[in-house]
């Protein structure tokens, strides 16, 4: 089997190239690749290299595939996996796996098994850990984005309260309390908006704050507060820029009461200050935004630490259960992981793509390895589509899905794009 694939190399050193896959062995996997979201923490990895501490040493003679957030379909299966696993279902996959005591990550860890390829052959430890998931909806991409949605999800289960009078935490956000996404907007943001607004616990007010205007208008066009106020929740969207004191005008949305949940999706010192400014008494802050900065430092109040009970903690990634109840809230069309995608490109665009992640505006970067697509906006699809019939209809098709991604113009891509890397 002939695979394409990005493979990091070393530190700035992606690298797009055909190979071919050995067969599998009994305990080994096969699948095909529809999509892979493109995700910050591949541009972290691709920037540190082996010095990442999920990458192994000596990639520059065995090269690793990049890709983590994939889906797609199951090819061939060994044999001490066929009572479980079917030629022809779709997949997702939880890639952080620990082993027989050891840690490995799809996208980081191995050579022949990542998203950004056409091809992969998923490892035995994949399956043994429960980690290839079965996905029942109908389009890949949110079976691509259960990753992402799964670090959101486990980041609001691993908050946590405080129990009056006994030495007890109550996990999760606080049910009908208020929360703060700040610097929210963006496409992590976007998610942590959708799961909020509609998962099982939800705030009763809840305030997304950015300085980037666009990205709050985009995200107020598409959660209405309308919408919102349906299940009893106050949505606010805030461009703190514009206010001298944005603190003293954030508390004023909570009856200054402070807020009991704030996440913090920057990894910016000031931003984390402000969310220690606005906490109410046992409040939580969430800091949801991995840094790249080792020495990422701010200030903290410790007077409200001591006599006012807040606490905060980080959330890196999210636990299988937490991508199977995105899978699960997907296919019920409870969330949107839609919401996230901005851009779509196919295998070519995928090193551009990761090596300039930070400086391309916009949200989620969604790929779709088996064509060949440069890197393009949903909002230039009906400018390209003045001279490709291709862009025009998939313009058409997102425009009467209030300019989202989804399933028809997913479909249509896959069946219709004239450049396959897949002949």
Same mark, same amino acid.
């Given at each position: 089997?002939?695979?394409?694939?990005?493979?990091?190399?070393?530190?700035?050193?992606?690298?797009?190239?055909?190979?071919?896959?050995?067969?599998?062995?009994?305990?080994?996997?096969?699948?095909?690749?529809?999509?892979?979201?493109?995700?910050?923490?591949? +541009?972290?990895?691709?920037? /540190?290299?082996? #010095?990442?501490?999920?990458?192994? /040493?000596?990639?520059?003679?065995?090269?690793?595939?990049? $890709?983590?957030?994939?889906?797609?379909?199951?090819?061939?299966?060994?044999?001490?996996?066929?009572?479980?696993?079917?030629?022809?279902?779709?997949?997702?996959? /939880?890639?952080?796996?620990?082993?027989?005591?050891?840690?490995?990550?799809?996208?980081?860890?191995?050579?022949?098994?990542?998203?950004?390829?056409? *091809?992969?052959?998923?490892? %035995?430890?994949?399956? *043994?850990?429960?980690?290839?998931?079965?996905?029942?909806?109908?389009?890949?991409? =949110?079976?691509?984005?259960?990753?992402?949605?799964?670090?959101?999800?486990?980041?609001?289960?691993?908050?946590?309260?405080?129990?009056?009078?006994?030495?007890?935490?109550?996990?999760?956000?606080?049910?009908?309390?208020?929360?703060?996404?700040?610097?929210?907007?963006?496409?992590?943001?976007?998610?942590?908006? &959708? +799961?909020?607004? !509609?998962?099982?616990? +939800?705030?009763?007010?809840?305030?997304?704050?950015?300085?980037?205007?666009?990205?709050?208008?985009?995200? %107020?066009?598409?959660?209405?507060?309308?919408?919102?106020?349906?299940?009893?929740?106050?949505?606010?969207?805030?461009?703190?820029?514009?206010?001298?004191?944005?603190?003293?005008?954030?508390?004023?949305?909570?009856?200054?009461? $402070?807020? #009991? &949940?704030?996440?913090?999706?920057?990894?910016?010192?000031?931003?984390?200050?402000?969310?220690?400014?606005?906490?109410? +008494?046992?409040?939580?802050?969430?800091?949801?935004?991995?840094?790249?900065?080792?020495?990422?430092?701010?200030?903290?109040?410790?007077?409200?630490?001591?006599?006012?009970?807040?606490?905060?903690?980080?959330?890196?990634? $999210?636990?299988?259960? &937490?991508?199977?109840?995105?899978?699960?809230?997907?296919?019920?069309?409870?969330?949107?992981?839609?919401?996230?995608?901005?851009?779509?490109?196919?295998?070519?665009?995928?090193?551009?793509?990761?090596?300039?992640?930070? !400086?391309?505006?916009?949200?989620?970067?969604?790929?779709?390895?088996?064509?060949?697509?440069?890197?393009?906006?949903? #909002?230039?699809? %009906?400018?390209?589509?003045?001279?490709?019939?291709?862009?025009?209809?998939?313009?058409?098709?997102?425009?009467?899905?209030?300019?989202?991604?989804?399933?028809?113009? =997913?479909?249509?891509?896959?069946?219709?794009?004239?450049?396959?890397?897949?002949?």
């Amino acid at each position: 089997m002939i695979t394409k694939a990005v493979r990091m190399y070393g530190k700035n050193d992606l690298r797009l190239e055909e190979f071919s896959l050995p067969e599998i062995k009994d305990d080994e996997i096969l699948v095909k690749v529809i999509s892979d979201s493109i995700c910050m923490s591949t +541009y972290k990895e691709s920037k /540190q290299g082996s #010095d990442h501490k999920r990458v192994p /040493q000596g990639i520059d003679v065995h090269p690793v595939i990049v $890709g983590h957030e994939t889906a797609g379909d199951i090819v061939k299966v060994g044999s001490k996996w066929q009572h479980k696993y079917h030629v022809g279902d779709k997949f997702s996959l /939880q890639p952080a796996l620990t082993y027989k005591g050891k840690n490995y990550t799809v996208g980081y860890s191995y050579e022949k098994c990542g998203g950004a390829c056409t *091809y992969a052959i998923v490892p %035995a430890e994949v399956m *043994y850990t429960d980690s290839l998931l079965q996905y029942k909806g109908k389009a890949y991409y =949110e079976a691509s984005l259960s990753e992402p949605m799964s670090c959101i999800i486990g980041a609001f289960h691993a908050s946590y309260h405080n129990t009056p009078g006994k030495y007890e935490h109550v996990m999760g956000i606080k049910k009908d309390g208020c929360m703060a996404i700040l610097a929210g907007a963006g496409p992590m943001g976007m998610g942590t908006i &959708d +799961y909020a607004l !509609h998962g099982d616990r +939800y705030p009763h007010v809840l305030v997304v704050t950015d300085i980037d205007e666009n990205r709050l208008k985009r995200a %107020a066009a598409i959660f209405s507060a309308k919408e919102a106020a349906m299940r009893g929740i106050k949505l606010y969207f805030v461009n703190t820029a514009d206010y001298d004191d944005p603190v003293k005008f954030l508390r004023s949305l909570t009856d200054g009461n $402070g807020f #009991d &949940d704030v996440f913090v999706l920057a990894p910016v010192s000031g931003v984390i200050e402000q969310a220690d400014k606005i906490l109410n +008494y046992d409040g939580c802050i969430n800091f949801f935004s991995g840094p790249i900065d080792t020495g990422l430092s701010a200030k903290v109040n410790f007077y409200d630490i001591h006599y006012n009970s807040i606490h905060m903690l980080g959330t890196s990634g $999210g636990y299988t259960t &937490d991508m199977l109840e995105s899978l699960k809230l997907s296919e019920e069309k409870r969330i949107n992981p839609a919401v996230m995608i901005t851009h779509i490109c196919g295998i070519n665009g995928i090193i551009d793509t990761t090596l300039n992640l930070p !400086h391309i505006p916009g949200g989620k970067k969604l790929a779709y390895p088996q064509i060949e697509m440069e890197l393009t906006a949903i #909002d230039d699809f %009906a400018e390209k589509g003045k001279n490709n019939p291709y862009f025009a209809k998939l313009a058409e098709i997102c425009k009467k899905n209030n300019n989202l991604w989804c399933a028809e113009a =997913e479909e249509y891509l896959l069946n219709n794009w004239p450049v396959k890397t897949v002949k």
